[in-house]
């Protein structure tokens, strides 16, 4: 049985939960848009639930940004087709949902109230985009990547033993 992920905002206008198969929080990614949504070093980390089981308290209060997505690779500013959702109220950044995965819905480790597996190693992505006074704490067992890695959030899981179902 997958395990619930519920989750909510910091002053709680928007509660959430969804089931998930892949709930270990080991991916920290350390783009530009991670770092100015989430604050500090960025260090957004995604997990994935199914995302015809999200359920919604507080719908109300939720807010969208859609990020532009720019840097020396692209020759035009592109609008990211991922939805990232926040609470208007906090601030506080809760999942992103990209209509290109309908399938899925990744929360932010950081709103899951529920108690997450501590990740036996790491995934270190985006370090491309890093700002220059981040200094990425990389663990002897850990990948790091300039961008994306190739292996899945699912196929991470299950390599490891990890999948839940």
Known sequence: MPMLLKGSC??????????S?????????????????????????NLAADAATLKIEGEEHLGLYRARIE???????????GERRFCRQCGSALWLFDPTWPDLVHPFASAIDSDLPKAPERVHLMLKYKASWVE?????NDQSFDLYPAESIADWHKKRGLWVD
């Open 10 to 19: 910091h002053c709680h206008a928007v509660r959430f939960e969804a089931d």
């Open 71 to 81: 840097d020396e690779e692209r020759p035009q500013c592109e609008l990211s087709t």
């Open 136 to 140: 990425p704490d990389i663990a002897e």
């Open 21 to 45: 198969h892949t709930p270990v929080p080991y991916q920290l990614c350390y783009c530009s848009i991670c770092r100015k949504q989430q604050g500090g070093g960025g260090y957004a980390i």
